[in-house]
């Protein structure tokens, strides 16, 4: 069972639109373009209609309809253009229409209708160059309920439980500390609304998430901070982090501030004083070491799953070997244009390799292998859309793995400045007690959840339009995705969309 | 334990309002002087801190804000905006573009690297270096002490003519001479400028930089002046004049000379090694598309280090130019082929804009790198190239204080130290002398794409 979707406005008094709206003082406050407007861009006022949601019109495109407002005011009075501070916004991975179109999901629940391209960003390879290949001919219409977009996470066929998700995605780790326990949380009862998961990250496992322990990933990571055997064995899933994309072959760093007396408590480390997680496991310098680490967990906890995650090296297809044979059941592979805590510009941009060719590099080479069937491929770091999440199933991963994503829905308009003082000034990634109260539990929860069933609804469409009736029989299918740099649509079969 | 290389860095503010992406746009007309305005209520205290700087007229708001939007979201009459700076887009150009300008001013000012949120915001690959990426490993490093393990990473390099093996005679006494050796303790040097603005201030900046630094500047010798004497240690000489005009007491003194190429560059090397046996001689050419076949020449002549130089955008001279990183990775490995590529110092420059393009560039194969324009940068050059026009120049270098540029430009070679420090370590390599060449703990976009990309979206 979904949850439904509800609508959750801005939590701004302006929201961020691609369009400007304003009304002049010619305006005789006749009431017309409240009543034409459908999608409730007006709001009535005393003396003139109030522009209370411009981020819901329809901008230009809008003229060719029968309702178009400026056309239709008698005094002329409406003024539409473009919004300056629009372009600001975000940067070429997330581009301001892929925030606005975000946004729009985590309020409304709807795919975007504005002429926001919600399907790809701005960063001219990868993703935003790749497209589906959609058959010409029309198969036998599927209903949506007949569509399934579960998967199994375990396929190694131990004697271990299956944990079989209804959407193919869970949600990253983001420790605590490194955003707020209303972030925290939020995330995490959207996975248990969505039946999914959610990591704990690096900063151990808060009490407020104990009722959501069969949602919850715990996470060991290099500082082992917050690990113990009682958090261990809570949990159906245990994640190893040996890298991260943002930060591949690099130590972890929480700035002083943001270790409050709650932090440090959890950490069982000091308050105010900067803490390290070292790169790499320092008890980890061969694969037989890795296997001993997974054992160990398999040992403390007789039913959990173990998950590693790792970076995209060069030789990621040996490194995703090595992680069987030592007995993981999930290997996350996480890109190196993701992450969303603060790392090194160097690192973000140049180390490891991105996820759009680490899947399919180790997709193949575990099917030469004969063992792609016995582990489920997890593609994170820089999956932003429905979109991205169907190309990275197409290229081989099982599922994936997603956070800054959940950050936008929140609102986060990628400034960047995540570690700047008291930290994110609206109030995502902080601690700080002020900060972290610009947001409600409920209201965030809600927002990603929202975000969630609406990229379900568009993974169920392209399934559709393949005429697949699983999401597991879109798993490694290159027949059916193109790169534009690559394929004409004159070379192909199907239909190229561009 | 041998005392470690350390830049000492320092905060050396910014003498000029600094270009931001973004400006703040705020109308007084229509406000309702709310009691709590969104301006009383800024995060970064934005608007408390303003002031308008008297030689500019610009207000210092806009590089103090962090474009978290909070005011422009809150104004009840939405009388606070944001609009793109023109002048940050008009910075620079397609190669040194606004990002890069701006991340140098960065860490000139701080002495850190850059560091943010968010993941990465740019674009997936492009043009010249952004067609690669470095290699890490997940468990291998080179050492399980300290945080990061950096602390042992050695960023020592030297120029000049290697032995391949020692000989000795019937007595068993070594019956070779080893050749002088450079040692550096990063891999750069602080090049000539290919433009700039008149004064002496620019020069004495580098030149103390240079010093600080432990390593070399490039200097004309038609640019030499008595007054740089003090930092002969740390000059190398170009050689644009006569040999003879030289005066003893500075042949004798100087370590490194760089000599322009011409076909008879082995006899004029030979000559002056013969004045001063300590000497290591740079050969200087430009890159062009015989170099490989001329650096292996060279190499087998007796050269002791080829400082190879592109154009200020990484070309090559040529009609059809391949960029820097393309046409060493041809040099390098025609130097492998050939069997000599250990005998030689193969330098870089031209094009070298970030603290990536050196891990990178090294990877393709060079020894060491030479850094321009950004040494200007560090001392807030905007790249407007007015100076090349005899136009004065708009950030006053003129007149900049050799001290203040110096401890720039010791901010930013320190944050570029520290970012070849986090690549070495991410990879797990000691040190940065096997780095060089090593392309197969690279990864480039071609062969990827090649692989991966181009096999998509065939049937059956």
Redesign the interface.
């Given at each position: 069972m979904l949850p439904e979707v509800k609508k959750i406005p801005s939590r701004f008094r302006n929201a961020l639109s691609k369009y400007r709206v304003t009304i002049t003082k010619e305006c005789n406050n006749c009431g017309i373009c409240i009543k034409l407007c459908p999608y409730g861009v007006y709001k009535a006022g005393s003396k003139k209609p109030r522009v209370a949601a411009e981020h819901l019109c329809l901008g230009f495109p809008c003229s060719a309809n029968e309702f178009y407002c400026v056309n239709k005011c008698p005094e002329k009075a409406i003024q539409l253009r473009l919004n300056p501070a629009f372009e600001i916004l975000g940067d070429r991975r997330w581009s301001p229409d892929l925030l606005a179109s975000t946004w729009h999901m985590a309020e409304t629940g709807e795919i975007p209708y504005q002429g926001l391209n919600y399907k790809t960003g701005d960063s001219g390879g990868g993703f935003d160059k790749l497209r589906f290949i959609f058959p010409r001919e029309k198969g036998p219409e599927i209903p949506d309920e007949e569509v399934s977009t579960a998967i199994e996470l375990n396929r190694s066929g131990d004697s271990r439980p299956g944990v079989r998700i209804p959407v193919p995605f869970y949600l990253g780790g983001m420790s605590f500390g490194s955003v707020s326990i209303v972030t925290m949380l939020s995330r995490v009862k959207a996975a248990a609304a969505l039946n999914t998961f959610c990591c704990t990250g690096e900063g151990g496992y808060p009490e407020e998430l104990i009722p959501y322990d069969d949602h919850m990933i715990t996470q060991v990571a290099t500082g082992l901070f917050g690990v113990s055997e009682e958090s261990l064995k809570r949990v159906r899933i245990v994640e190893f982090k040996y890298a991260q994309g943002a930060k591949p072959g690099l130590g972890g760093h929480l700035l002083g501030d943001k270790v409050t007396p709650r932090v440090a408590r959890m950490r069982e480390a000091v308050a105010g004083s900067a803490l390290f997680s070292p790169f790499p496991f320092h008890s980890v310098y061969s694969v037989e070491d890795h296997k001993k680490h997974v054992d160990w967990i398999k040992q403390t906890n007789s039913r959990a799953l173990v998950s590693v995650k790792v970076s995209t090296p060069t030789d990621v297809d040996m490194v995703a070997v090595g992680s069987y044979y030592a007995g993981a059941h999930i290997i996350q592979l996480d890109g190196s244009y993701g992450g969303t805590g603060a790392a090194p510009d160097i690192a973000k941009k140049n180390i490891a390799m991105p996820i759009e060719y680490a899947v399919p590099k180790v997709h193949k080479f575990l099917s030469e292998e004969g063992i792609r069937d016995k582990i489920t491929i997890i593609a994170s770091g820089g999956i932003r859309s429905a979109y991205d999440m169907a190309k990275a199933i197409a290229l081989g991963a099982n599922g994936v793995c997603l956070g800054t994503a959940d950050l936008v829905a929140l609102e986060c308009i990628r400034c960047h400045h995540c570690e700047s003082g008291r930290g994110c000034a609206r109030g995502i990634a902080t601690t700080d007690e002020q900060l972290t109260n610009l947001m409600e539990l409920e209201w965030a929860t809600q927002r990603i959840i929202n975000m969630y069933l609406t990229w379900r609804r568009q993974l169920v469409s392209i399934l559709k339009r393949l005429g697949m009736k699983s999401v597991t029989e879109l798993v490694g299918r290159f027949d059916v995705i193109g790169h534009l740099d690559y394929i004409k649509q004159e070379e192909i079969e199907g239909e190229l969309e561009l | 334990m041998p005392a470690k290389y350390h830049i000492h860095t320092a905060q050396a503010a910014n003498r000029f309002q600094l270009i931001t992406?973004?400006g703040v746009i705020a109308w007084e007309e229509g406000c309702l002087k709310c009691p709590s305005c969104v301006k009383k209520a800024c995060?970064?205290k934005v608007y408390e801190k303003r002031g308008i700087d008297s030689r500019q007229m610009l207000e210092s708001l806009d590089s103090v804000c962090?474009?978290?939007?909070?005011c422009?979201?809150?104004?009840?009459k939405?009388l606070i905006?944001?609009?793109?700076n023109p002048a940050y887009k008009a910075l620079g150009d397609h190669y040194w573009t606004p990002e890069v300008i701006s991340?140098l001013w960065y860490q000139a000012e701080a002495g850190r690297?850059?560091?943010?949120?968010?993941?990465?915001?740019?674009?997936?690959?492009?043009p010249g270096f952004d067609t690669m990426?470095?290699?890490?490993?997940?468990?291998?490093?080179p050492t399980?002490d300290g945080?990061?393990g950096r602390e042992y990473i050695s960023t020592t390099t030297d120029i000049g003519r290697k032995l391949m093996a020692l000989e000795f005679d019937e007595t068993g006494a070594l019956s070779v001479t080893p050749p002088p050796v450079v040692e550096i303790p990063l891999p750069l040097l602080l090049d000539m400028l290919p433009w700039s603005p008149p004064g002496m201030g620019i020069k004495l900046a580098i030149l103390e930089g240079a010093k600080s630094l432990e390593t070399f500047a490039i200097i004309r010798q038609s640019d030499f002046t008595p007054a740089m004497k003090e930092y002969l240690p740390n000059i190398a000489l170009y050689i644009d004049g006569q040999v003879s005009d030289i005066e003893p007491s500075v042949l004798s003194a100087l370590r490194l000379i760089e000599l322009p190429y011409s076909k008879k560059v082995i006899v004029a090397q030979n000559t002056l090694k013969k004045t001063n046996p300590g000497l290591v001689t740079i050969i200087r050419m430009d890159l062009n598309p015989d170099s490989a076949e001329e650096v292996v020449r060279l190499t087998k002549e007796g050269a002791e280090a080829i400082h190879l130089v592109a154009d200020e955008y990484g070309l090559e001279r040529s009609d059809r130019p391949l960029f820097i990183k393309e046409r060493t990775r041809d040099i390098h490995l025609r130097l492998v082929e050939a069997g000599v590529r250990d005998q030689i110092t193969l330098i870089s420059g031209g094009g070298i804009a970030?603290?990536?393009h050196v891990?990178?560039q090294i990877i393709c194969g060079s020894d060491l790198l030479s850094v321009d324009i950004p040494l200007l940068i560090a001392m807030e050059c905007r790249v407007c190239r007015r100076c090349k026009e005899g136009i004065a120049c708009p950030v006053e270098l003129e007149g900049v204080d050799p001290v203040w540029g110096a401890g720039r430009i010791r901010n930013l070679m320190a944050a570029w130290h520290n970012?070849l420090l986090?690549?070495l370590?991410?990879?797990?390599i000691r040190e940065v002398k096997r780095l060089r060449g090593e392309m197969?703990?690279?990864?480039f976009f071609e062969d990827?794409?090649k692989?991966?990309?181009?096999?998509?979206?065939?049937?059956?």
């Open positions: - | 992406r973004s995060v970064y962090k474009d978290c939007f909070r422009v979201q809150g104004c009840p939405q905006q944001k609009g793109f991340g690297i850059p560091v943010s949120g968010g993941g990465y915001g740019g674009a997936f690959s492009g990426w470095t290699d890490m490993s997940e468990i291998v490093r399980r945080i990061h970030m603290a990536e891990a990178k970012q986090e690549i370590g991410a990879m797990g197969g703990r690279a990864m990827l794409e692989d991966i990309f181009a096999t998509l979206g065939r049937r059956g």
